[in-house]
Each structure stands twice: as structure tokens, then as C-alpha cells.
């Protein structure tokens, strides 16, 4: 099922860009991102045409979704007296970095547990975690099983300093946040969706958040986008990740209309072993968008959402008259952890 049925409850651009304009805000992103055409790709895959959303382009030290996210977030830690952040993610992840950077930006010290890092070479977001400056803290695999222990400790240590710790996995704001720029990233999507006069739009992406933020958006504003969510990561079930906060987000934002898991087709068959090991697939896919429109997508998220992207047009699972938009998300710096499979792989 898509979301076809227009929104008889739908706002106008005004209405919606008020509900996100009523949540304090500092300056941090790149925006708008640019819209741009891929007619390389489109030509050799010759399937229907394919547009990117350049949400790589946000700028927070080499772009990504968060540059968005911290631009809501970051406010409502520095108002709540927070001076200090604690954030737990993974070795190569680029949460971590954009967190750093928005950090740094706004005066906040930076805590950064990072799992399965013991021992890892000091590349991509790690090595920028490092250069950013953050405490870091390079979990081998047993202590990773108990992150969150080890990060509560060191908030009861940096408390008892006369520090007030934000642990970011302990708010629910940190998990509803990243959808409210993308509504507003809807809301320009719409005004250079009309600019290009492109029509039968089906934007793909991760099934995450951001995608979530553009549902949400099209569906206030009674648009008849189709969405299509990549899963990347087995142990992050989509429940518990967006689905479970769809009524938080409605609420907190008061709109209309929320997203449902029927809103987006979900399509779970390109994770490969899991989550950080890149595929075959993906490694192709990565070389095929950068040699035909030289777009960089990531092994972890991006990369995935393309290889199932071109997978889909080979096998002519999108229609020929739709615009496929391929929403990218970020993640460049995580390609260079990835470098010895990427240099080695023959394509
Ligand atoms: C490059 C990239 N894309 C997509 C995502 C998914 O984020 P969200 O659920 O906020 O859309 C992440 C998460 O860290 C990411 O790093």
C-alpha cells in the first residue's frame, strides 16, 4: 500500500513550515540541499529517470542527516543546562562525528564510547572523532556488550565533578528529532520537485528517520509520493527504531498526519551479513554511482540504498514513468574505513 489517498486533513506549506518554526533552532546545516539530476546512471541502468537528494552536502564536517538534526537538537540541550554530551555508537559511525562536530560548535564537552574500536586502525570518522577532539572511549567487543554500564558510570563520574551529562540514548527527543528537519527537507523537496517539473515521484532511502521526516511531509501536505525504506542493519529493528514513534513525532511537531509502516516499501534483502560488513553488491553499487554521475555513496547506508536502487531498476521493479529520488544521506568519511575492500574490488 502506498500513500496515494490525499490528506483531506492536509496543510499548506505555511501551516507545516509553522509547526516546525515554533522549536528553537541554531544555524548549522547547509540548506537547501540541492535537488540534482543522475542521467548517467539513468542512461546505463535505462530505467526511469533518477534524481539525489544531496543530504550529503548538509556541511558539520562532510555533510550527512544529522547537520539537521543538531540544528533542533543542540538548542534544547544548551536551554536544559547541559554541558556535556555522552554518545555510545558504533567504531565507524558517523552519528559520532557529526555529533562531535555540533559539539564543538556549540560549546558542549564530548564523551564518545565507541564500540567494537579497541584496536582499530584510526581512519574515516574515527580518525575525525579524534581530530575534533572528543574523550574518547575504545570499547574491545566484550566491554561493547555493556555500553550502556560503562557510559553510565561515566556520567555518575562526570556528575559528581559538577558536570550535567546528557547521555543521548537515555531521551526520547534524540530519536524523534532528525524527522523534524526532514520535514522541512519535504518541504524543499516539494518547491524543487515543482522547479524541475518532475512528476510520479518515489523517493528512496533508509528506512530511518529521515525518510519517516518526508512521509511525514507528504503526507500533511496531501502530495502522492511513494517511499521506499532500505534496511541496513538487522539489529536495529524498524519497530523499535521509527515505527513505535510515529504517534511521539505527530504529537510533538502537532500535525495531522503520521507515518505507517504501510507508508514505504520496506525492503530488508540487502544487509548481507549485517550491518558495517559491506557487500559485494554494494561495493559495485558505490563504484557505479561515482564512475557514472560521480555521486560517493557510503558501504553502510548509503551504498546499500543505491545497490538496492539499481537492483530494482535491473529487475524493472520501479515504473518506467516514475522519478526515482535517491535520498542521500551522508556517510562519506565511513567509505575510507572501507578502503582496502573498495581499492581490491575489480569492477
Ligand atoms: C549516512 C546515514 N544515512 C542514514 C542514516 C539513518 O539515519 P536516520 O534514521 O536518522 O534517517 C544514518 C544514521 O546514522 C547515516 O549515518
Same mark, same amino acid.
Given at each position: 500500500?502506498?500513500? $496515494?489517498?490525499?490528506?483531506?486533513?492536509?496543510?499548506?506549506?505555511?501551516?507545516?513550515?509553522?509547526?516546525?518554526?515554533?522549536?528553537?533552532?541554531?544555524?548549522?546545516?547547509?540548506?537547501?540541499?540541492?535537488?540534482?539530476?543522475?542521467?548517467?546512471?539513468?542512461?546505463?541502468?535505462?530505467?526511469?529517470?533518477?534524481?539525489?537528494?544531496?543530504?550529503?552536502?548538509?556541511?558539520?564536517?562532510?555533510?550527512?542527516?544529522?547537520?539537521?538534526?543538531?540544528?533542533?537538537?543542540?538548542?534544547?540541550?544548551? &536551554?536544559?543546562?547541559?554541558?556535556?554530551?555522552?554518545?555510545?555508537?558504533?567504531?565507524?559511525?558517523?552519528?559520532?562525528?557529526?555529533?562531535?562536530?555540533?559539539?564543538?560548535?556549540?560549546?558542549?564537552?564530548?564523551?564518545?564510547?565507541?564500540?567494537?574500536?579497541?584496536?582499530?586502525?584510526?581512519?574515516?570518522?574515527?580518525?575525525?572523532?579524534?581530530?575534533?577532539?572528543?574523550?574518547?572511549?575504545?570499547?574491545?567487543?566484550?566491554?561493547?556488550?555493556?555500553?550502556?554500564?560503562?557510559?553510565?558510570?561515566?556520567?555518575?563520574?562526570?556528575?559528581?565533578?559538577?558536570?550535567?551529562?546528557?547521555?543521548?540514548?537515555?531521551?526520547?527527543?534524540?530519536?524523534?528529532?532528525?524527522?523534524?528537519?526532514?520535514?522541512?527537507?519535504?518541504?524543499?523537496?516539494?518547491? +524543487?520537485?515543482?522547479?524541475?517539473?518532475?512528476?510520479?515521484?518515489?523517493?528512496?532511502?533508509?528506512?530511518?528517520?529521515?525518510?519517516?521526516?518526508?512521509?511525514?511531509?507528504?503526507? &500533511?501536505?496531501?502530495?502522492?509520493?511513494?517511499?521506499?525504506?532500505?534496511?541496513?542493519?538487522?539489529?536495529?529493528?524498524?519497530?523499535?527504531?521509527?515505527?513505535?514513534? $510515529?504517534?511521539?513525532?505527530?504529537?510533538?511537531?502537532?500535525?495531522?498526519?503520521?507515518?505507517?509502516?504501510?507508508?514505504?516499501?520496506?525492503?530488508?534483502?540487502?544487509?548481507?551479513?549485517?550491518?558495517?560488513?559491506? !557487500?559485494?553488491?554494494?561495493?559495485?553499487?558505490?563504484?557505479?554511482?561515482? +564512475?557514472?554521475?560521480?555521486?560517493?555513496?557510503?558501504? &553502510?547506508?548509503?551504498? !546499500?540504498?543505491?545497490?538496492?536502487?539499481?537492483?530494482?531498476?535491473?529487475?524493472?521493479?520501479?515504473?518506467? $514513468?516514475?522519478?526515482?529520488?535517491?535520498?542521500?544521506?551522508?556517510?562519506?568519511?565511513?567509505?575510507?574505513?572501507?578502503?582496502?575492500?573498495?581499492?581490491?574490488?575489480?569492477?
Amino acid at each position: 500500500m502506498s500513500i $496515494n489517498k490525499i490528506s483531506k486533513k492536509r496543510l499548506s506549506v505555511k501551516q507545516l513550515q509553522s509547526k516546525i518554526d515554533k522549536f528553537p533552532r541554531i544555524k548549522i546545516a547547509h540548506t537547501p540541499t540541492p535537488l540534482e539530476e543522475m542521467p548517467n546512471l539513468t542512461k546505463t541502468l535505462n530505467g526511469p529517470k533518477i534524481w539525489v537528494k544531496r543530504e550529503d552536502m548538509t556541511g558539520l564536517v562532510y555533510g550527512g542527516n544529522k547537520a539537521r538534526h543538531y540544528e533542533f537538537e543542540m538548542p534544547v540541550i544548551k &536551554n536544559e543546562g547541559y554541558d556535556t554530551i555522552i554518545n555510545i555508537m558504533d567504531y565507524h559511525s558517523n552519528n559520532a562525528r557529526m555529533t562531535a562536530a555540533a559539539a564543538n560548535k556549540t560549546e558542549l564537552k564530548y564523551i564518545l564510547i565507541l564500540k567494537n574500536a579497541y584496536n582499530r586502525k584510526i581512519q574515516g570518522n574515527l580518525l575525525l572523532d579524534k581530530i575534533l577532539g572528543s574523550e574518547l572511549h575504545l570499547l574491545d567487543e566484550k566491554q561493547s556488550i555493556n555500553a550502556h554500564d560503562y557510559a553510565t558510570k561515566l556520567k555518575i563520574k562526570y556528575e559528581k565533578e559538577g558536570h550535567k551529562v546528557y547521555l543521548l540514548e537515555d531521551h526520547l527527543f534524540p530519536k524523534l528529532v532528525g524527522m523534524i528537519g526532514f520535514v522541512e527537507a519535504g518541504i524543499e523537496l516539494k518547491n +524543487q520537485i515543482k522547479e524541475n517539473q518532475l512528476n510520479n515521484i518515489h523517493i528512496i532511502g533508509v528506512a530511518g528517520r529521515s525518510l519517516c521526516g518526508l512521509i511525514i511531509a507528504s503526507k &500533511n501536505l496531501g502530495l502522492d509520493w511513494k517511499f521506499t525504506g532500505v534496511t541496513v542493519n538487522y539489529d536495529m529493528p524498524l519497530e523499535g527504531y521509527i515505527f513505535r514513534h $510515529n504517534e511521539d513525532i505527530q504529537n510533538l511537531l502537532d500535525v495531522p498526519m503520521t507515518f505507517y509502516e504501510t507508508d514505504m516499501k520496506i525492503l530488508d534483502n540487502y544487509v548481507g551479513e549485517g550491518y558495517g560488513v559491506m !557487500t559485494s553488491q554494494v561495493a559495485e553499487a558505490i563504484h557505479l554511482s561515482a +564512475q557514472t554521475d560521480a555521486i560517493i555513496c557510503d558501504p &553502510n547506508y548509503t551504498g !546499500t540504498v543505491m545497490a538496492a536502487l539499481i537492483d530494482q531498476v535491473r529487475k524493472k521493479n520501479f515504473n518506467k $514513468n516514475e522519478t526515482i529520488i535517491f535520498l542521500h544521506t551522508g556517510g562519506l568519511p565511513a567509505l575510507f574505513t572501507f578502503s582496502e575492500e573498495l581499492a581490491s574490488f575489480s569492477f
